[in-house]
Nanobody, 122 residues
Framework: QVQLVESGGGLVQAGGSLRVSCAAS????????MGWYRQAPGRQREWVAV???????NYAHSVKGRFTISRDNAKNTVSLQMNSLKPEDTAVYYC????????????????WGQGTQVTVSS
């Protein structure tokens, strides 16, 4: 199995930056796609960014140009650099991994971290 632990997050003013990271352990070979979802109270969980084992990235339209996802294979981590943050970015951010790119977007299965809170003040 795979274990995912997020770090980072916090409180920042609009226009500021934060970086969240996710460390994976266990059966790392089973991970083909790894990235981030987020969920605010009363809102549907939405995907934010994903990176594949081959380095392909994809971003939700709402964060494209502001967020950057990256990986550190030596440390088995992925990070999300969040710039130009907006109040609507406020949410709990969850690390998610899956054995394929397509399965990653399913959202209901495979592996999830515990979540880290990101709060952006206006």
């Amino acid at each position: 199995q795979v274990q995912l632990v997020e770090s980072g997050g916090g409180l920042v003013q609009a226009g500021g930056s934060l970086r969240v990271s996710c460390a994976a352990s266990g059966s790392i070979f089973s991970i083909a796609a790894m990235g981030w979802y987020r969920q605010a109270p009363g809102r549907q969980r939405e995907w934010v960014a994903v990176i594949t084992s081959g380095g392909t990235t994809n971003y939700a339209h709402s964060v494209k140009g502001r967020f950057t996802i990256s990986r550190d294979n030596a440390k088995n981590t992925v990070s999300l650099q969040m710039n130009s943050l907006k109040p609507e970015d406020t949410a709990v951010y969850y690390c998610h991994s899956a054995p394929s790119y397509v399965k990653w977007f399913g959202g209901h299965d495979y592996y999830w971290g515990q979540g880290t809170q990101v709060t952006v003040s206006s």
